[in-house]
């Protein structure tokens, strides 16, 4: 018994891992939807550790009876779920909430262990220190999630939130944003952008009381055929706090593939590393700012990196559609279409193309052309000009975090440098990156083309970079922005030659991931050093040469060293 375990710990162990991280994101998602269909009341608090301890079984099971009669596996699964929801008072919602994740979690236990990479097998004996590090860090991640997973079913827990007692975190939501404008749409409302409509503007102690409430009601920005994804939550329309749950289970397991694909196939022989790397920023703060207010930043990341995977792997039809979605709902990606017709991949961009139309054609077919005309002649011109974040920019601590160029002006005011105009000053240096953002679109596709037998380490990381310039186009570029470049620096990991590499990438990774307590100047100063150096550090990804087949490429500043 437990032979599996004694034989290959690594492999096990993180096997346990992605299990405890699932499991309370899976089970307030399906918890909180079960119990609205079923007009119930969702017992969150409880179901994040009775999901943790299920998946824990699952896993023992899995190391105790590895390979051996599932059905056996699923009776000692099944008579620990039903024990723990009757103990815990879950209902019927929260007992089937725990047989999905008790079905996935052994499933999980039995596909995994075997998929992982061989390069895993002795690495704790080979690396004490570091595997001590790692477990602090991974176990940090766990109880993370863990108390954001209850936040995420029980709103009024705002202990369990990222930061507890932060008041904006706690009551902003960019997902009420996408459902009210859903709405909108189907009611066929004149102009659903329309800025007085939309009471994120007034000030806090004059804010109604929405359906949406404890939230405040985001602003909706985004393309009509955006609204095509939010649809996937109508079945929960009327109860918002379900659709939260479900977004945020949606958007965790889409996360979770993304990096295990992105492992695989960008990591090369040493894909072990992102691979380790990923439960870390799961966990991590951007991450969990993404996840709690509901941002579709990453999702959009994610799949527009797997479009381009798709392309590559010679399934341009599913790339076309992964990245018309993409660029439907973030316009940013649009800069791989230039990459695709510089390296003319004429077949890539013509699939883009067509399902770009048909995404736009069932936009007008189900919410009529005022979106797309009101998006082109209100909304864009006060996103270029930057009247849609007037209000944002009133906010001393707002400014400081604005990673966007076009920012820069309003930093310096918050240090005493005076302008006439800082708007002026903004849309001037917004539109001098937009031409160089353009400019490395081209870049990337001149450098960066696929070759037979080459790593595509190179080329994804110099994808990601561009991602992360491209979401700086807006005047307003909030921390998880980041998220791009933060998964670039896991997958820069597989370069890493030595500890001062390492330790480099893991200062710059740290340092985006944190606002130090300071007041609006110092923080300011803070993150316009911390922007300089991921910058040269994203630019340098793209700018470099493509890798040398076997070995990954040159290495960008942070990840070169004198080899180990």
């Known amino acids: 018994m437990f032979e599996p375990l004694r034989s290959r710990p690594e492999r096990w162990l993180f096997t346990a891992l992605i299990g405890l991280l699932l499991a309370p994101v899976v089970v307030q998602g399906a918890g909180r939807t079960i119990a609205s269909l079923l007009g119930e009341a969702s017992a969150a608090a409880a179901l994040s550790p009775a999901a943790m301890i299920l998946a824990l079984v699952a896993w023992l099971v899995g190391a105790a009876r590895a390979?051996?009669?599932?059905?056996?596996?699923?009776?000692?699964?099944?008579?620990s779920g039903?024990?723990?929801?009757?103990?815990?008072?879950?209902?019927?919602?929260?007992?089937?909430?725990?047989?999905?994740v008790g079905a996935g979690a052994l499933v999980l236990a039995r596909w995994l262990p075997e998929r992982l990479p061989p390069a895993l097998d002795g690495l704790f004996p080979r690396c004490r220190v570091l595997a001590l590090v790692?477990?602090?860090?991974?176990?940090?991640?766990?109880?993370?999630?863990?108390?954001?997973?209850v936040f995420m079913g029980d709103p009024t827990r705002s202990d369990a939130q990222l930061i507890?007692?932060?008041?904006?975190?706690?009551?902003?939501?960019?997902?009420?944003?996408?459902?009210?404008?859903?709405?909108?749409?189907?009611?066929r409302v004149d102009n659903l952008y329309l800025h007085e409509r939309w009471p994120i503007a007034v000030m806090a102690e004059e804010r109604p009381e929405t359906r949406f409430s404890p939230f405040d009601l985001d602003e909706f920005f985004y393309p009509p055929p955006f609204l095509l994804v939010s649809e996937v939550l109508t079945p929960l329309s009327g109860d918002f706090l379900a659709q939260r749950a479900a977004w945020f289970a949606l958007n965790g397991l889409l996360v979770a593939f993304g990096f295990w694909i992105g492992a695989r196939a960008f990591g090369g022989a040493r894909w072990h590393r992102p691979l380790l790397l990923a439960p870390i920023l799961f966990g991590s703060i951007p991450m969990l700012v993404i996840f709690q207010v509901g941002q579709a930043q990453a999702a959009v990341v994610i799949v527009s990196i797997l479009a381009m995977l798709a392309f590559e792997l010679r399934r341009p039809a599913l790339g076309g559609f992964a990245l018309a979605l993409t660029i439907a709902a973030k316009i940013s990606p649009g800069l791989f279409g230039i990459v695709l017709l510089v390296q003319r991949r004429w077949r890539d961009a013509a699939w883009t193309a067509a399902f770009g139309a048909l995404l736009l054609l069932l936009s007008l077919v189900a919410y009529g052309s005022d979106p797309i005309v009101s998006w082109l002649t209100y909304t864009l011109p006060r996103l270029s000009s930057g009247e849609a974040f007037a209000e944002i920019f009133k906010h001393g601590e707002s400014v400081a975090l604005n990673l966007a160029p076009a920012g820069m002006p309003f930093k310096l005011e918050l240090l005493g440098v005076d302008f006439d105009d800082p708007w002026a000053i903004a849309r001037r240096v917004n539109q001098a990156f937009t031409l160089i953002v353009v400019g490395l679109a081209v870049v990337v596709g001149l450098r960066h083309r696929a070759e037979a037998g080459e790593p595509r380490t190179s080329r994804a990381l110099a994808w990601m970079a561009l991602l992360f310039f491209a979401s700086l186009r807006s005047p307003f570029a909030p921390s998880y922005v980041a998220f791009a470049l933060l998964w670039a620096m896991t997958v820069a990991s597989v370069e890493v030659e030595s500890w001062r590499g390492g330790v480099g990438l893991f200062v710059l990774a740290l340092a985006l991931s944190i606002a130090p307590p300071l007041d609006p100047?110092?923080?300011?100063?803070?993150?316009?050093?911390?922007?300089?150096?991921?910058?040269?550090?994203a630019l340098a990804l793209i700018l470099r040469g493509a890798a040398s087949p076997g070995r990954g490429s040159a290495g960008s500043p942070a990840t070169r060293g004198r080899s180990s």
Not at 67 to 79: P, R, S, T
Not at 82 to 100: E, F, N, P, R, T
């Open 82 to 100: 039903l024990g723990l929801g009757l103990v815990l008072g879950l209902g019927v919602s929260g007992l089937l909430a725990l047989a999905l």
């Open 521 to 537: 100047a110092g923080l300011a100063v803070y993150v316009m050093v911390v922007e300089g150096a991921v910058l040269v550090f």
């Open 67 to 79: 390979g051996l009669h599932v059905g056996v596996d699923a009776v000692i699964l099944g008579a």
């Open 134 to 149: 790692y477990a602090a860090a991974a176990l940090l991640s766990v109880v993370q999630v863990a108390r954001v997973s």
């Open 164 to 187: 507890p007692d932060n008041e904006f975190l706690g009551r902003h939501s960019c997902l009420s944003a996408y459902v009210r404008a859903g709405e909108l749409a189907r009611e």
